[in-house]
């Protein structure tokens, strides 16, 4: 999909250039909300929408948006990865760690990707 890996892209820009970041992140939000309106029931656009969420420190959202991509039945691995990440920063750490420990046991789909996350500073 299109608008998948164009969102992608913005997000590798950004990480790239700090300059970018406020812009390309806002962009692939704008994008992915758009694609989730008309693609209802994709997992795999709430699963990039939760990364781009989680990234910018929009977590309560984050959680939202990927706990549907699980009960949508998603099975990648990063749908359960991002929601550990958000859940960390909303959430109790068990939580957290539930959603980490199922992750464990998926594979990651190649159109999407991991929310930022630094183990140190938790």
């Known amino acids: ?3 998948i ?5 913005l997000v ?3 990480w790239a250039s700090a300059e970018k970041w406020q812009g390309n992140y806002a962009a692939a939000e ?3 909300r758009e694609a989730a309106a008309v693609e209802k029931g994709s997992a795999l656009v709430l699963t990039c929408l939760g990364a781009v969420l989680s990234d910018q420190g929009k977590y309560k959202e984050a959680v939202d948006v990927l706990s549907e991509a699980a009960r949508l039945g998603s099975k990648d691995r990063n749908t359960y990865f991002n929601l550990g990440v958000a859940l960390l920063n909303t959430a109790t750490h068990d939580e957290a760690m539930v959603a980490f420990s199922e992750a464990k046991q998926l594979k990651a789909d190649g159109a999407s990707w991991e929310a930022y996350f630094d183990p140190q500073a938790q």
């Not at 890996?5 to 892209?9: C, D, I």
């Open 1 to 3: 999909m299109q608008t």
């Open 5 to 9: 890996s164009t969102s992608r892209q």
């Open 30 to 32: 704008k994008l992915l």
């Open 12 to 14: 590798k820009e950004a």
